[in-house]
């Protein structure tokens, strides 16, 4: 079940980059960080109002969503491996921002190793 969650997460923050930044464009009431991402809440609201304003285009999107988390779900390695393809490659293309990612991430590791209330609870096997 994680790693359909897993790879339902993974799909939709695909899915959203494909569409365009509305808060560089100015939409009202959009949210962008000082380093210029978007809040999570905010892509989500973005990525609805997609769908209503694409309906056909969402619909295939989530069919495609759907599709894929099936073939994950019948063949998890294959899409692990995919996956650490991706992320290599983003690296490759990305070295600093690569950089930062990973030392972000250790920094959360290091503060949950620390202090486990402040993180969310370990997630059950299954």
Known sequence: MKRLLIAAAALLA???QAVPSFAAEGM???TVRP???VAPGDRKARFEQWCQDNPEKCREL???AE?????CKANPEKCRAEAKA????WCKDNPEKCRD???KAEQRREECKADP?????ARQPG
């Open 28 to 30: 009202p009431g959009a």
């Open 117 to 121: 209330a402040k993180c969310r609870p």
């Open 67 to 71: 599709q894929r988390r099936e073939e």
């Open 101 to 103: 990612m990973k030392a």
């Open 86 to 89: 991706r992320r290599e490659q």
């Open 62 to 64: 989530k069919a495609k």
């Open 14 to 16: 695909l899915a959203t």
């Open 35 to 37: 380093d210029g991402r």
